[in-house]
């Protein structure tokens, strides 16, 4: 596979950045010891980039398709203030349920609302505009 960043610039940033914290470790670990395809779940650079994009967008509404086991969720509602919203939608009950695990072991869990069915036809159900849609 090619890689997209030069390794010299993944190190950089790996030593630049706040260690990934235990509970988001652990949910790595479940992630690749029970699902199929853990190589879906994004890592803790690409983690730490999205807190850091919903606080300098200020964003207070977060519309997010596709959930898998929730890590992106759970840093995105980090960096939420604590009257924001993250909304998630997704089809599996395997994957979900890891999700639902953790979020409920974070202080930030409560902000994040799991919509469980077809994006299409959750998307017809959601109101207002978002201040962030990362897909």
């Given at each position: ?33 029970h699902t199929a395809f ?69 202080p930030h869990g ?26």
């Amino acid at each position: 596979m090619k890689r997209i960043v030069q390794k010299k610039i993944e190190q950089y940033c790996q030593e630049h950045t706040n260690p990934e914290s235990k509970l988001l470790h652990e949910l790595v670990t479940e992630t690749f010891a029970h699902t199929a395809f853990p190589e879906m779940e994004i890592g803790h650079l690409e983690g730490a980039f999205l807190r850091i994009l919903v606080r300098l967008l200020r964003a207070k509404r977060i519309l997010e398709l596709g959930t898998f086991t929730g890590y992106s969720s759970l840093v995105m509602a980090e960096g939420l203030p604590d009257d924001g919203k993250l909304i998630t939608c997704d089809i599996d009950p395997e994957t979900t349920q890891i999700a639902k695990k953790y979020w409920s072991r974070s202080p930030h869990g409560k902000k994040i609302e799991l919509r469980f069915g077809p994006a299409l036809e959750t998307l017809k159900t959601i109101e207002g505009l978002f201040d962030l849609e990362p897909v």
